[in-house]
């Protein structure tokens, strides 16, 4: 089972369909059991949406990483008393 922390680490890539199927399983696998992860995954999938749909070529890398790094402060907020260390 990944930790709450790994699962956000890799949940850009798990958007962008860059992992392989055997970790995309155990992502879904996380985010189907741990309810604050869910609702941060929703955030993010939302965010992405939005994004996709601005009638713009794809997001330039710069402003995708201020995106990444919100959300990751974001995260950092939501989850540093409630992360756990499995
Ligand atoms: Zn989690």
Redesign the pocket.
């Given at each position: 089972m990944l930790?709450?922390r790994q699962?956000f680490e890799r949940l850009s890539e798990f958007l962008d369909g860059e992992l392989s199927e055997d970790v995309c399983a155990h992502i879904r696998a996380?985010l189907s059991e741990?309810a604050?992860?869910q609702t941060f995954f929703r955030t993010l999938e939302e965010t992405v949406r939005l994004c996709q749909q601005l009638p713009s070529p794809p997001l330039p890398e710069e402003v995708r990483r201020d995106v990444q790094e919100r959300l990751r402060a974001e995260w950092r907020r939501r989850f540093a008393r409630s992360e756990?260390s499995n």
């Open positions: 930790s709450c699962l996380h741990c604050p992860c756990r």
